[in-house]
């Protein structure tokens, strides 16, 4: 059973435009959530998280927006950047635990 | 700051063969983590190490995988014998201490024929 999901496998997004990514999970035990971005041949980078406390977590060109009632996060990059093209994963862990439950990842290509 | 180092980064071995990876975590790093991630999915914990201690090891498939962390610093992991079902890439990241950030390697990828 898939905790975490990222439905859309690819997106692609102009240059200078806005990337949306999106998560959904399913256990409400969750309370701590990350954005992980990677490139081909190298692990996964860690890139911005947001507790359940907060709704909103910004940092850069980088917002992470949470909403606990839909179980819903969705990462959002203002403006995209060729650079930005990677494979982006979403992560949750739960009650202190450090162990990370990861989606599948969301294919992110950023046209010039 | 040096990152976590990974060796084998390449590995192809026939079935029922025996294979072992290494990862150097980065210094000071107390918690130390591998995952395998098999083509088309996200990283799936494999086992967590606090220090040389196992905090997590509830989805290693004990019957031919095995890790080792000897004085809480470099660990190892082995898988024997390898099934097809095996091929993936292996991931080993590390963290200061509860909570904190993990930072991956470049992971091992792995080809069972």
């Known amino acids: 059973d898939q905790q975490v999901k990222q439905n859309s496998p690819s997106l692609s997004v102009q240059e200078g435009r806005i990337s949306i990514l999106n998560c959904d999970y399913t256990?409400?035990?969750?309370?701590?959530f990350l954005w992980y971005k990677k490139y081909p041949a190298e692990g996964p980078t860690f890139l911005i998280s947001i507790s359940s406390i907060k709704d909103k977590n910004e940092d850069g060109r980088f917002t992470v927006f949470l909403n606990k009632s839909a179980k819903h996060l969705s990462l959002h990059i203002v403006p995209s950047q060729p650079g930005d093209s990677a494979v982006y994963f979403c992560?949750?862990?739960?009650?202190?635990?450090?162990?990370?439950?990861f989606g599948k990842g969301t294919k992110l290509t950023v046209n010039p | 700051e040096a990152g976590v180092a990974q060796s084998p980064r390449y590995k192809i071995i026939e079935k029922r063969q025996s294979v072992a990876f290494w990862c150097n975590p980065i210094s000071g790093h107390a918690t130390l983590y591998w995952y395998q991630q098999i083509l088309g999915q996200g990283p799936k914990l494999l086992i967590q190490?606090?220090?040389?201690?196992?905090?997590?090891d509830s989805q290693l498939p004990k019957d031919r995988f095995s890790a080792e962390r000897l004085k809480g610093v470099d660990s190892t992991l082995k898988i024997q014998p390898a099934k097809l079902e095996d091929s993936a890439v292996y991931l080993c990241?590390?963290?200061?201490?509860?909570?904190?950030?993990?930072?991956f390697g470049p992971g091992t990828r792995l080809l069972v024929l």
């Open positions: 992560a949750a862990s739960k009650g202190g635990s450090e162990k990370l439950v």
């Open positions: 256990n409400s035990m969750f309370d701590y």
């Open positions: 990241a590390s963290s200061k201490g509860h909570q904190e950030t993990q930072y």
């Open positions: 190490f606090q220090n040389n201690g196992v905090v997590d």
